[in-house]
């Protein structure tokens, strides 16, 4: 470490340095919160130097002045601040240090890269916001970033030439001339004069970004990065440069490779990452420069006199606090958007009722909240079997606490306009789609999964491609050869971040076209969640206000979005046991095939409970008190984001339906809830939400067979399993024809509405799998084994509500809210017999899924 320069001792118009020095230069994203300078002039810098060089040009010496300075900045996605921590940032503060400094230095103005999208500001604007503020702050040249190419090709060429400096591609080319020229109108090198130095600069991306670029034509073509490079380097010296810079977007393992495979560049400026770093790598060194003009590099160059010698580097760390004046003519600039922006982003959305990780090192490496918040609605709105959305979408880089989440939050979040499709796709190939996500685990890279309806174990000592050791879709393990109807976004289903499965095996159900924007799905579905019940409360409370004319208008104002802030749902997104990373092998907590994890919070509140797994292992997950609800919204101002519990909503189909007893699909199933909703019956919040639509409190039997009746219905009840035997194998009764009176059946249905005894009766004499879900519900392990081996079909719905294993699934969780060992227990070894016997299924076994009926 050397110290400062004499020259930032002296002169009121330079930014002096006086923060102590670090030992070392990496750092994350955002450094800890740090207390602010006394003076806003007052602003500091770690200093860093190569070692002393003899050989300078004539006239300096290792201590002299340098030939040139740089500024350096990298990844200014957001010109105004996205967080409240400092260093704080904003271009209207980077703007007062760039001035300063090129006043009294005459600084270089280099960039490497982003600043199109993603931000607030450009789901807006497009990126038009960006161009005043770079042409004010007079770049030198720039390097292009992967999101500059964002909103295409064509609309990057009217931006950058709007910012009125060069750009430098040296190694990505437009095909469609002979020879291929840089694209977007870019430049191969650039040469810069400054102070007698003659300074050449070429412009270096790495392949893997490539392919994240939604919409890239096929005359884009890349070039090996090292080949053209030194191709380069050698026009620039014939040219008389006496010094190479290579502004990078690329990760910093590729700039570290770079350096070494091309010695001949002596200062290296990267972009992409978005941490602050200073590194040598051999003679040459290595510049990293944070993001979003949080930090910036005061770079002293002293260059060499003949071509044998060594460039002679030193730098400065200078951070951007808020107490740093801002720059009136950026301000302006700045202003003008911002005021646009906030008309529209300043609603309330929703409350988030727990903490919210969005940091890059947590969503790109595991699963997450809100990852699972988005596929979870990506998946619900789209009505799909499952859901992937790469981790690449989330960019906030915050932890937001408990509080009100606005649109700008989300937009923040979800800053991309992605549109969500849907797809359908072969089990091998979905399951080849998610081993390209893990591909570069652990590596910070964008296409990491964020998934719903699916749980995987993903093996990260195995080879790429080779990770998956175990996955299921909604429960159950994958079917290679079964199609399922997958929702993601039009940028992973045309192969970005290197889901080429997706492009290559599957067909559109919803093409882009039809397609919704991602950001503008979720905030919707957000906006919706209060229920019926709530929405007429607050048009009351309103109405209530206007009609009062003893208040004044302001007061009024303020009242009314007193009342939308008070009807505001609360959300609380988890990580629920999606994603298992392990190189053991570990089984995964039993689903139910119809829900995802996320439903048991839209259930309950925290309480623990043990589930089970396959075999004896088992897993806590949280069992919360229940709620207030209906199936199709929650009716107190407690929200998960899973509104409509799948498992509900299967167990409804029977208990509830009104519609003829025959094979329902999923749509119908959800036009009939949304119709009628408002016939479901609510929970208290002393009661269990489960209870009140297909179990029993207090583990009553769900049906009562007339005594004078012997059915198997009865001797499954009583777990008699002489009787049981004789019946099935003397065919006095079996599985397929068990009540043989319809009045006994009628009494089954004594507890329901009147109108489901219709179904009862009308299903009587076709009711093929009520002894099994019998059997279930009583908790009878022999029974169901002995069922399922004479031929009982564990898929079949009757009008006891849903499938086998979602009744055992179900009263599982009764058990275990009302401390029932012995049930819970015996749940948990059906739930394993049933999954046994249907891993044992064949494929068209597996399909048949019915309503007893006609």
């Given at each position: 470490?050397?110290?400062?320069?004499?020259?930032?001792?002296?002169?009121?118009?330079?930014?002096?340095?006086s923060?102590?020095?670090?030992?070392?230069?990496?750092?994350?994203?955002y450094?800890?919160?740090?207390?602010?300078?006394?003076?806003?002039?007052?602003?500091?810098?770690?200093?860093?130097?190569?070692?002393?060089?003899?050989?300078?040009?004539?006239?300096?010496?290792?201590?002299?002045?340098?030939?040139?300075?740089?500024?350096?900045?990298?990844?200014?996605?957001?010109?105004?601040?996205?967080?409240?921590?400092?260093?704080?940032?904003?271009?209207?503060?980077?703007?007062?240090?760039?001035?300063?400094?090129?006043?009294?230095?005459?600084?270089?103005?280099?960039?490497?890269?982003?600043?199109?999208?993603?931000?607030?500001?450009?789901?807006?604007?497009?990126?038009?916001?960006?161009?005043?503020?770079?042409?004010?702050?007079?770049?030198?040249?720039?390097?292009?970033?992967?999101?500059?190419?964002?909103?295409?090709?064509?609309?990057?060429?009217?931006?950058?030439?709007?910012?009125?400096?060069?750009?430098?591609?040296?190694?990505?080319?437009?095909?469609?001339?002979?020879?291929?020229?840089?694209?977007?109108?870019?430049?191969?090198?650039?040469?810069?004069?400054?102070?007698?130095?003659?300074?050449?600069?070429?412009?270096?991306?790495?392949?893997?970004?490539?392919?994240?670029?939604?919409?890239?034509?096929?005359?884009?073509?890349?070039?090996?990065?090292?080949?053209?490079?030194?191709?380069?380097?050698?026009?620039?010296?014939?040219?008389?440069?006496?010094?190479?810079?290579?502004?990078?977007h690329?990760?910093?393992?590729?700039?570290?490779?770079?350096?070494?495979?091309?010695?001949?560049?002596?200062?290296?400026?990267?972009?992409?990452?978005?941490y602050?770093?200073?590194?040598?790598?051999?003679?040459?060194k290595?510049?990293?420069?944070?993001?979003?003009?949080?930090?910036?590099?005061?770079?002293?160059?002293?260059?060499?006199?003949?071509?044998?010698?060594?460039v002679?580097?030193?730098?400065?760390k200078?951070?951007?606090?808020?107490?740093i004046?801002?720059?009136?003519?950026?301000?302006?600039?700045?202003?003008?958007?911002?005021?646009?922006?906030?008309?529209?982003?300043?609603?309330?959305?929703?409350?988030?009722g727990?903490?919210?990780?969005?940091?890059?090192?947590?969503?790109?490496?595991?699963?997450?909240?809100?990852?699972?918040l988005?596929?979870?609605?990506?998946?619900?709105?789209?009505?799909?079997?499952?859901?992937?959305?790469?981790?690449?979408?989330?960019?906030?880089?915050?932890?937001?606490?408990?509080?009100?989440?606005?649109?700008?939050?989300?937009?923040?979040?979800?800053?991309?306009?992605?549109?969500?499709?849907?797809?359908?796709?072969?089990?091998?190939?979905?399951?080849?789609?998610?081993?390209?996500?893990?591909?570069?685990?652990?590596?910070?890279?964008?296409?990491?999964?964020?998934?719903?309806?699916?749980?995987?174990?993903?093996?990260?000592?195995?080879?790429?491609?080779?990770r998956l050791?175990d996955?299921?879709?909604?429960?159950?393990?994958?079917?290679?050869?079964?199609?399922?109807?997958?929702?993601?976004?039009?940028?992973?289903?045309?192969?970005?971040?290197?889901?080429?499965?997706?492009?290559?095996?599957?067909?559109?159900?919803?093409?882009?076209?039809?397609?919704?924007?991602?950001?503008?799905?979720?905030?919707?579905?957000?906006?919706?969640?209060?229920?019926?019940?709530?929405?007429?409360?607050?048009?009351?409370?309103?109405?209530?206000?206007?009609?009062?004319?003893?208040?004044?208008a302001?007061?009024?104002?303020v009242?009314?979005?007193?009342?939308?802030?008070?009807?505001?749902?609360?959300?609380?997104?988890?990580?629920?046991?999606?994603?298992?990373?392990?190189d053991?092998?570990?089984?995964?907590?039993?689903?139910?095939?119809?829900?995802?994890c996320?439903?048991?919070?839209?259930?309950?509140?925290?309480?623990?409970?043990?589930?089970?797994?396959?075999?004896?292992?088992?897993?806590s997950?949280?069992?919360p008190?229940?709620?207030?609800?209906?199936?199709?919204?929650?009716?107190?101002?407690?929200?998960?984001?899973?509104t409509?519990?799948?498992?509900?909503?299967?167990?409804?189909?029977?208990s509830?339906?009104?519609?003829?007893?025959?094979?329902?699909?999923?749509?119908?199933?959800?036009?009939?809830?949304?119709?009628?909703?408002?016939?479901?019956?609510?929970?208290?919040?002393?009661?269990?939400?489960?209870?009140?639509?297909?179990?029993?409190?207090?583990?009553?039997?769900?049906?009562?067979?007339?005594?004078?009746?012997?059915?198997?219905?009865?001797a499954?009840?009583?777990?008699?399993?002489e009787?049981?035997?004789?019946?099935?194998k003397?065919?006095k009764?079996?599985?397929?024809?068990?009540?043989?009176?319809?009045?006994?059946?009628?009494?089954?249905?004594?507890?329901?509405?009147?109108?489901?005894?219709?179904?009862?009766?009308g299903?009587?004499?076709?009711?093929?799998?009520?002894?099994?879900?019998?059997?279930?519900?009583?908790?009878?392990v022999?029974?169901?084994?002995?069922?399922?081996?004479?031929?009982?079909?564990?898929?079949?719905?009757?009008?006891?509500?849903?499938?086998?294993?979602?009744?055992?699934?179900?009263?599982?969780?009764?058990?275990?809210?009302?401390?029932?060992?012995?049930?819970?227990?015996?749940?948990?070894?059906?739930?394993?017999?049933?999954?046994?016997?249907?891993?044992?299924?064949?494929?068209?076994?597996?399909?048949?899924?019915?309503?007893?009926?006609?």
């Amino acid at each position: 470490m050397g110290s400062s320069c004499s020259a930032c001792k002296s002169g009121n118009d330079v930014v002096p340095v006086s923060l102590p020095q670090d030992t070392g230069h990496e750092e994350p994203h955002y450094d800890p919160v740090m207390p602010a300078p006394e003076r806003p002039e007052d602003v500091g810098g770690e200093v860093s130097t190569t070692s002393p060089d003899d050989d300078l040009m004539p006239g300096h010496s290792a201590v002299s002045e340098p030939h040139f300075t740089i500024l350096h900045f990298n990844d200014a996605h957001n010109i105004v601040p996205p967080k409240d921590m400092e260093p704080l940032g904003s271009a209207t503060r980077f703007a007062t240090i760039a001035k300063q400094y090129r006043k009294q230095w005459d600084s270089l103005l280099l960039f490497s890269g982003d600043c199109f999208n993603p931000s607030r500001l450009s789901t807006v604007t497009k990126g038009r916001h960006v161009a005043p503020v770079m042409k004010a702050l007079r770049v030198d040249c720039a390097v292009y970033g992967n999101h500059d190419f964002d909103f295409g090709p064509d609309e990057l060429v009217k931006l950058a030439k709007d910012c009125g400096m060069p750009w430098v591609m040296t190694n990505v080319v437009d095909t469609r001339k002979d020879p291929p020229v840089p694209v977007c109108n870019s430049l191969k090198s650039h040469m810069i004069r400054k102070n007698g130095v003659r300074i050449g600069v070429i412009g270096i991306v790495e392949e893997e970004w490539l392919a994240t670029i939604r919409d890239l034509p096929d005359y884009v073509q890349y070039l090996k990065k090292d080949t053209a490079a030194k191709a380069e380097i050698e026009n620039l010296k014939a040219q008389g440069a006496q010094m190479i810079i290579a502004l990078t977007h690329m990760r910093e393992y590729n700039d570290v490779q770079f350096l070494k495979d091309v010695p001949e560049v002596d200062l290296l400026l990267g972009g992409h990452d978005h941490y602050y770093k200073v590194l040598d790598v051999g003679n040459s060194k290595l510049i990293k420069s944070s993001a979003d003009f949080v930090h910036t590099t005061f770079i002293k160059v002293w260059v060499p006199r003949g071509p044998g010698g060594r460039v002679r580097i030193e730098t400065e760390k200078i951070p951007v606090f808020s107490s740093i004046k801002e720059d009136p003519e950026i301000q302006s600039i700045v202003d003008s958007y911002d005021k646009e922006l906030q008309s529209k982003i300043n609603k309330e959305v929703c409350r988030l009722g727990r903490e919210l990780d969005v940091m890059a090192e947590v969503v790109r490496t595991q699963e997450c909240a809100a990852g699972n918040l988005v596929a979870d609605i990506m998946r619900k709105e789209m009505m799909c079997d499952c859901a992937i959305v790469n981790s690449g979408v989330l960019r906030a880089n915050l932890v937001y606490i408990p509080g009100v989440l606005k649109i700008k939050d989300i937009l923040d979040i979800l800053p991309m306009e992605d549109i969500v499709v849907s797809v359908l796709i072969k089990g091998s190939n979905l399951r080849e789609a998610l081993e390209c996500g893990f591909s570069k685990y652990p590596a910070l890279e964008g296409r990491f999964p964020q998934v719903s309806g699916m749980q995987m174990l993903m093996d990260p000592s195995k080879s790429p491609g080779e990770r998956l050791k175990d996955l299921r879709v909604k429960g159950r393990r994958l079917d290679n050869n079964r199609i399922y109807k997958l929702a993601t976004t039009s940028y992973l289903s045309g192969g970005g971040d290197g889901y080429l499965p997706l492009k290559e095996h599957s067909g559109y159900i919803c093409e882009i076209e039809n397609g919704r924007i991602l950001p503008t799905m979720c905030r919707q579905y957000l906006a919706d969640l209060p229920g019926t019940e709530r929405k007429l409360e607050k048009k009351a409370s309103k109405q209530e206000l206007r009609g009062a004319p003893h208040i004044k208008a302001s007061e009024r104002e303020v009242s009314m979005k007193a009342i939308d802030s008070a009807y505001l749902p609360t959300i609380s997104p988890t990580v629920d046991g999606r994603i298992f990373i392990s190189d053991e092998m570990v089984e995964l907590p039993v689903m139910s095939s119809n829900m995802s994890c996320s439903s048991f919070h839209s259930m309950y509140s925290d309480r623990t409970i043990t589930l089970p797994r396959r075999g004896e292992r088992r897993t806590s997950m949280v069992h919360p008190i229940p709620v207030r609800r209906t199936i199709t919204n929650l009716t107190d101002n407690q929200f998960s984001h899973e509104t409509q519990d799948d498992i509900l909503e299967a167990m409804s189909n029977s208990s509830f339906n009104r519609l003829p007893p025959h094979k329902i699909d999923s749509h119908s199933r959800r036009s009939f809830q949304s119709r009628n909703s408002q016939d479901l019956t609510t929970c208290s919040p002393t009661s269990n939400p489960a209870a009140d639509g297909f179990l029993s409190q207090e583990y009553m039997p769900l049906v009562e067979p007339e005594k004078h009746v012997v059915t198997l219905h009865d001797a499954c009840a009583k777990g008699d399993m002489e009787a049981i035997t004789a019946l099935v194998k003397n065919k006095k009764a079996n599985h397929r024809g068990s009540i043989v009176n319809k009045k006994g059946h009628a009494t089954v249905m004594n507890h329901k509405p009147d109108d489901l005894k219709a179904l009862g009766l009308g299903s009587a004499l076709k009711d093929i799998a009520t002894p099994l879900h019998y059997a279930v519900v009583y908790g009878r392990v022999a029974a169901v084994e002995f069922l399922l081996q004479s031929g009982a079909h564990p898929k079949i719905r009757t009008a006891l509500g849903g499938t086998a294993r979602e009744l055992a699934f179900a009263h599982l969780l009764m058990a275990h809210s009302k401390g029932d060992a012995d049930l819970a227990k015996a749940m948990e070894k059906i739930i394993d017999t049933l999954d046994r016997y249907e891993e044992r299924m064949t494929d068209d076994e597996r399909t048949t899924e019915s309503i007893i009926g006609s």
